[in-house]
């Protein structure tokens, strides 16, 4: 075995927590342009979730580094019609493939948004 189970968790991490900045990006942008009267509210949610996730992206690329993995993307026709995303990493000498299917991605990152608004905003109202 090549990777360890938590070095595997690091990579899936530095997979998703991009998509899921670009997801708040897209709906922060989407709500400048709203009249809706909780338009700062829904703003000011959005940056602090931002915020957050890209605190632990940065702390994740951190601890890849750390461990000495590298990981680059895969690009192809192939890759697109039946993943989300397709990765290779090197780790202690050995090379390896991350890859998720769409609908796992998105079950993750529903999971994981509900995790971030917990904590995000548990306790964190007196700010």
């Known amino acids: 075995m090549n990777s360890t189970p938590e070095e595997i968790i690091l990579i899936k991490e530095c997979c998703l927590l991009p998509i899921m900045l670009d997801m708040l990006e897209k709906q922060r942008l989407e709500m400048e342009k709203s009249t809706s009267p909780m338009k700062t509210?829904?703003?000011a949610a959005l940056i602090r979730l931002q915020n957050t996730i890209h605190a632990d992206l940065m702390n994740t690329r951190n601890q890849l580094r750390e461990a000495n993995i590298?990981?680059?993307k895969v690009h192809s026709s192939e890759v697109r019609e039946?993943?989300?995303f397709k990765y290779e990493y090197s780790n202690k000498g050995y090379r390896g493939v991350f890859e998720m299917l769409r609908s796992l991605v998105r079950a993750e990152i529903s999971k994981?948004?509900?995790q971030y608004?917990?904590?995000v905003f548990n306790n964190k109202f007196s700010d």
């Open 41 to 43: 509210l829904y703003q």
């Open 112 to 114: 994981k948004f509900g």
């Open 117 to 119: 608004i917990g904590r």
């Open 70 to 72: 590298k990981m680059w």
């Open 82 to 84: 039946k993943s989300a």
